[in-house]
């Protein structure tokens, strides 16, 4: 667990190094860019130099912290056995027959409906 919490620490300062290094570049709009003599290793040109070969390490750099936390932490939690957190031995619920006497069976055959004379309601007329 130490190592991940070594690695996700300079995973956060080379990602926050990236970030300040693109940054420093100048780009078509301008940019922030760094000042500096015109001449000598830290002129212009020699600054974007350096600032490109900064980026480009920087990136290669996240990407291989980026798969060695990834390989860390699939160690770490890693199981071979599956957990299920379904409780097997509920019986299946069956559907209450508002129709059906307080005392009856859920589980009987459903009741026979009246036959068409001994409904009070079928001899009406309008």
């Known amino acids: 667990m130490s190592l991940f919490l070594f690695l996700t620490v300079v995973q956060a300062l080379v990602a926050a190094a990236l970030v300040g290094v693109i940054l420093m570049q100048r780009s078509e709009g301008g940019g922030l ?5 015109p001449g000598g290793v830290m002129g212009a040109r020699g600054a974007a ?41 509920v019986t299946p619920a069956v559907p ?15 009741a026979q409906q009246p036959p068409v004379g001994e409904d009070p309601l079928a001899g009406a007329t309008e």
């Open 96 to 110: 209450a027959d508002p129709l059906a006497s307080p005392g009856a069976d859920p589980l009987a055959a459903p």
């Open 33 to 37: 860019g760094i000042g500096g003599s």
């Open 49 to 89: 130099d350096f600032l490109t070969r900064s980026t480009k390490w920087l990136a290669v750099t996240f990407v291989v912290l980026s798969i060695a936390l990834a390989a860390v932490a699939v160690e770490t939690t890693g199981s071979d056995e599956i957990t299920s957190t379904l409780d097997r031995n």
